[in-house]
């Protein structure tokens, strides 16, 4: 026989039913709720679920956390993980172990984490209310914050810090679309002709330095092309 009885809904379970299911959500193991989620995670307790029918507003969700990051709407704190040294038995051609050994490295990784305010701020510009997101709201009332009630002087910028904000927002979509470009050099995310814009009002060296603080590890200590190469290949 069939459950007759009515489910609840989200506006009607205890804080306690709501950890549980967000547990289950963001595949976390902590007892209460952490300070601090991955933009993924985010997403997933945006849209109540990853996968199933879930699937669809979890795309979405994503999307709009990816794309709040890159335009620099939504704050993150960077985590990069090291890669560790392992030794490995060399191999010669024909596959056999020659008695020697080599290291190989593995590649670092960086992480993203938001934390409770920088998740309110940017859903107070999107004008979220409360209520919209269940479950982040009962992650920023564990930890004291509340959607609509903006921190002071959050989201006010001046005309400069927006001017950077935005700039290195576009840095950083080029660098998504084309990971090899250098910082500078003529064919570097500096020249690009998406920041032409910022170097006729400012100058090329201030681009530079806005570009360098979101440079991706890959990038950072990547050059452009050496002045006498260049001055030669013109000549």
């Known amino acids: 026989m069939a459950d007759s009885r009515p489910k609840k809904g989200l506006d009607e379970m205890l804080p306690d039913e709501l950890l549980i299911r967000a547990k289950r959500i963001a595949n976390f193991r902590s007892p209460d709720w952490p300070i601090e989620f991955s933009p993924d995670q985010v997403a997933a307790l945006m849209a109540g679920g990853w996968q199933g029918e879930h699937k669809t507003e979890y795309s979405d969700a994503k999307k709009l956390v990816n794309e709040a990051i890159l335009a ?9 993980i090291h890669g560790k040294s392992t030794m490995k038995t060399h191999v010669d051609e024909f596959g056999r172990r020659d008695g020697t050994f080599h290291t190989e490295r593995s ?6 984490r938001v934390d409770r305010q920088a998740c309110a701020d940017w859903l107070n510009c999107r004008g979220a209310k409360p209520g919209r997101y269940p479950y982040i709201d009962e992650w920023l009332r564990t930890g004291g914050v509340v959607i609509g009630k903006q921190t002071e002087g959050a989201g006010k910028k001046t005309e400069a810090q927006q001017d950077r904000a935005d700039c290195q927002g576009k840095c950083l979509a080029l660098w998504e679309k084309n990971p090899t470009m250098t910082n500078t050099g003529p064919h570097g995310v500096a020249q690009h002709n998406d920041l032409s814009c910022y170097v006729r009002k400012y100058s090329l060296e201030w681009v530079e330095g806005c570009a360098r603080e979101v440079a991706p590890e890959q990038v950072k200590g990547k ?3 050496p002045k006498k190469i260049a001055d030669q290949a013109e000549k």
Do not use: A, F, M, N
């Open 223 to 225: 050059r452009g092309r």
């Open 72 to 80: 620099r709407r939504l704050s993150v704190r960077t985590v990069v």
């Open 107 to 112: 590649p670092d990784k960086t992480l993203y």
